[in-house]
Nanobody, 119 residues
Framework: QVQLQESGPGLVKPSQTLSLTCTVS???????????WTWIRQPPGKGLEWIGN???????DISPSLKTRTFISRDTSKNQFTLQLSSVTPEDTAVYYC??????????WGQGTQVTVSS
């Protein structure tokens, strides 16, 4: 059973950079073929928003609306991948999820972590 766990600060000040890490365990290697390791968020009272992913190959794909502020990377030795979102505003307040995507579908989710942007 693949498990994903988000970690990072729950409070970030405006204009700073939000950094979250997702640790993958339970046999799911982030370098396994055809899996995409994904970040998704849900602002309060709104729907899910796809942020981007990092592929098994290491390539990344970022939502056009967030592309200029988003960087996704990985540490294969720790089986982790990381989200960095710069210049945050209160509109970036959301529950952030990491997930595994394959064939266009999400098959495993992390439990989610609340991030609040506030001074």
């Amino acid at each position: 059973q693949v498990q994903l766990q988000e970690s990072g600060p729950g409070l970030v000040k405006p204009s700073q950079t939000l950094s979250l890490t997702c640790t993958v365990s339970g046999g799911g290697s982030i370098t396994s073929n055809y899996y995409y390791w994904t970040w998704i968020r849900q602002p309060p009272g709104k729907g899910l928003e796809w942020i981007g992913n990092i592929a098994y190959s290491g390539g990344t794909d970022i939502s056009p609306s967030l592309k200029t502020r988003t960087f996704i990377s990985r540490d294969t030795s720790k089986n982790q991948f990381t989200l960095q979102l710069s210049s945050v505003t209160p509109e970036d307040t959301a529950v952030y999820y990491c997930a595994r995507e394959t064939g266009g579908l999400i098959d495993y989710w992390g439990q989610g972590t609340q991030v609040t942007v506030s001074s």
